[in-house]
């Protein structure tokens, strides 16, 4: 069995993110979240408006608040560049906007499929 899923032009040029790349994108709540917002949102988002929307799904998870400055910098360093990093964002961190990269549909859409968010 190939285990594989062809993702076009990815950074590195050979065109294929394994599986276990894929599933090491997802692993994160917070970048499903972000790939949900952004299924949602269907165009480029501020970063600020993604981390509230993140916050609130997290609070409905957990008993306490998660620190709204804290959720910002986790997307700002972290998982906002990897998924840059795969083209399944684009993010400009000179407009702290993000929208659906090259890649964002041949990622979500084989996991999630059409109209789940994978968020609830």
């Given at each position: 069995m190939d285990d594989t899923l062809t993702l076009g032009d990815l950074p590195d040029g050979d065109?294929?993110?394994?599986?276990?790349?894929?599933?090491?994108?997802?692993?994160?709540?917070?970048?499903?979240?972000?790939?949900?917002?952004?299924?949602?949102?269907?165009?480029?988002?501020?970063?600020?408006?993604?981390?509230?929307?993140?916050?609130?799904?997290?609070?409905?998870?957990?008993?306490?608040?998660?620190?709204?400055?804290?959720?910002?910098?986790s997307l700002h360093h972290c998982h906002l560049p990897k998924l840059e990093d795969a083209d399944?964002?684009?993010?400009?961190?000179?407009?702290?906007?993000?929208?659906?990269?090259?890649?964002?549909?041949?990622?979500?859409?084989?996991?999630?499929?059409?109209?789940?968010?994978?968020?609830?």
């Amino acid at each position: 069995m190939d285990d594989t899923l062809t993702l076009g032009d990815l950074p590195d040029g050979d065109g294929t993110l394994s599986r276990d790349g894929i599933f090491d994108l997802l692993a994160e709540q917070r970048r499903r979240y972000v790939v949900a917002y952004l299924d949602e949102a269907e165009a480029s988002v501020a970063v600020t408006d993604l981390a509230r929307r993140i916050v609130q799904w997290e609070s409905e998870q957990s008993s306490s608040d998660p620190d709204p400055e804290a959720v910002s910098r986790s997307l700002h360093h972290c998982h906002l560049p990897k998924l840059e990093d795969a083209d399944v964002v684009a993010y400009d961190a000179d407009t702290t906007e993000v929208r659906p990269g090259p890649n964002f549909d041949r990622l979500w859409k084989p996991v999630y499929g059409e109209g789940d968010t994978g968020a609830e």
